[in-house]
């Protein structure tokens, strides 16, 4: 199978095609950016569940409850 | 009564001697006789023409010159080649073959054609989505539908529906005469994976669009709306994306090129994809 459809909607003509050079090295440095952005969502999402759980903890030596904190701050603590 | 041959023959009549009109002729035919035969053979001519046979003209051959003349103006049955084929005018007193058109097509004036016609499809004043394009793939890395996007319409809608080979994140290019802009794609996206949460992010500058900001290996389902893609300024694309199980994604997509681009490109971050993309465009009411 090739790897490139391409449609042109005025004529209808389809064409089935290989990756140029070009494309192949572009279709690299897309996975890699892919890759760098997950990354960074992964540090994004575990700082907020570091953050999650540090706001969790000092509530409760306030005496908090799970059932009060999910009042006060939905999805923070599931009850 | 006399002997004629005519119409069915041409007479032949036999010589007379040129001294003694009243002598029979050659054959034995009295002179009575081939009075006879004569005066019958000019009633057949007379039967056969008929009264007043040069009508308006003076003479019967400057009739039947008037109607070779008339006969060779007319349009033959040989200009018609093929069943649905119609005569049209080209200009005056010139006529010429329009071929039969396209199934649905109707006859539409057009002075740019040298029949001043052509066939094209019927348009409608309805409002509402007209599909522009629609192709059905099987295992591609790349599918791109070029001038799909025109001064026809000011905004559109892409629906991509796709299975994938592998776990990937289905991403966007805008493009213009074959090729993809791979800059300044800014995206906010909200994507709830597997939970009843969004998580947001913002990513700029990027070198295309993130259809689904989560790597899956699920179907998945889109729908996106461009506005104004075929005009030169700044494109913003909205989506929805949902995969098999899992994955919801929001997003907001601004594209800070100002170019008017004619076509999109979707691609896998891995692998290949298998479905149908479509493209509509958004009709407004005439």
């Known amino acids: 199978m090739a790897d490139v459809i391409e449609i042109d909607a005025a004529t209808g003509e389809v064409v089935e095609r290989d990756f140029t050079p070009e494309e192949v090295a572009q279709r690299e440095a897309d996975q890699a950016a892919v890759q760098a952005a997950a990354e960074a969502q992964a540090d994004r999402e575990a700082i907020a569940n570091l953050n999650r759980e540090a706001a969790i903890a000092h509530a409760k030596t306030l005496g908090f409850t799970d059932a009060m904190i999910a009042v006060m701050y939905p999805n923070l603590v599931e009850v | ?286």
């Not at chain 2, 005066?39 to 007043?52: F, P, Q, R, S």
């Not at chain 2, 007209?130 to 025109?150: G, K, M, R």
């Open chain 2, 1 to 286: 009564m006399g002997t004629s041959s005519y119409p069915g023959a041409l007479d032949n009549f036999a010589t007379t001697s040129p001294t003694y009109l009243a002598d029979d002729d050659t054959t034995g035919r009295t002179h009575s006789e081939r009075h006879d035969d004569l005066e019958a053979a000019v009633e057949n001519i007379e039967a056969e023409l008929g009264t007043d046979p040069a009508g308006a003209s003076a003479t019967v051959k400057a009739r039947l010159d008037t109607l070779d003349t008339t006969v060779a103006g007319k349009i033959p049955a040989t200009i018609i080649d093929a069943k649905g084929d119609l005569i049209v005018g080209t200009a005056a007193d010139t006529a010429s073959r329009l071929a039969v058109g396209t199934n649905g097509y109707v006859l539409t004036a057009d002075s740019a054609q040298s029949t001043g016609v052509k066939w094209a499809a019927a348009a409608t004043s309805d409002p509402g989505l007209v599909l522009v394009a629609a192709q059905s793939f099987s295992a591609a890395s790349s599918v791109s539908v070029n001038n799909c996007f025109t001064a026809t319409y000011e905004n559109y809608r892409v629906l991509l529906r796709c299975s994938r080979s592998t776990s990937n994140v289905i991403q966007y290019r805008l493009r213009v005469s074959g090729t993809d802009s791979t800059t300044n794609y800014d995206l906010r996206s909200a994507v709830a994976a597997g939970t009843n949460s969004f998580t947001t992010s913002a990513l700029t500058v990027q070198s295309s669009g993130y259809i689904q900001g989560m790597s899956s290996s699920d179907p998945t389902w889109a729908e996106m709306e461009l506005s104004s893609p075929a005009i030169a300024t700044p494109t913003f694309v909205s989506h929805r994306a949902s995969s098999y199980v899992n994955d919801i994604s929001l997003n907001l997509l601004y594209h800070n090129v100002s170019t008017a681009y004619d076509g999109i490109t979707i691609f896998p971050s891995a692998g290949t994809i298998t479905g149908t993309l479509r493209v509509y465009g958004y009709r407004n009411s005439l």
